[in-house]
Nanobody, 124 residues
């Protein structure tokens, strides 16, 4: 069965860093866009970052541009999100996802495989 398993979340002070990872199994995603979304308490899930199948192209929400870096290692079937200069407004559950259909990296409905989510809490 296809699974995406996330790790690396936790509690960090504002200005600190965390690195999230996502390990895939049951399917190879080397031909697919992968991305990260986040959901704050009581809020909708929103786009954070995405990376092309080869890893050559990356895309970021304006709110995280310059602070977050998405990467992937297709030989390991893994993806990561390096988060620097964290702010309290980054507090959310972060989800990794794989896009195997659709014409846009931005919309969550184009991602059909999802991880369970990992909590990131940034204190003031």
């Amino acid at each position: 069965q296809v699974q995406l398993v996330e790790s690396g979340g936790g509690l960090v002070q504002a200005g600190g860093s965390l690195r999230l990872s996502c390990a895939a199994s049951g399917r190879t995603f080397s031909r697919d866009v992968m991305g990260w979304f986040r959901q704050a308490p009581g809020k909708d899930r929103v786009f954070v970052a995405a990376i092309s199948a080869t890893g050559q192209s990356t895309y970021y929400a304006d709110s995280v541009k310059g602070r977050f870096t998405i990467s992937r290692e297709n030989t390991k079937n893994t993806m990561a999100l390096q988060m620097n200069s964290l702010k309290p407004e980054d507090t959310a559950v972060y989800y990794c996802a794989a896009k195997v259909s659709g014409d846009s990296f931005y919309y969550s409905y184009n991602y059909v495989y999802w991880g369970q989510g990992t909590q990131v809490t940034v204190s003031s």
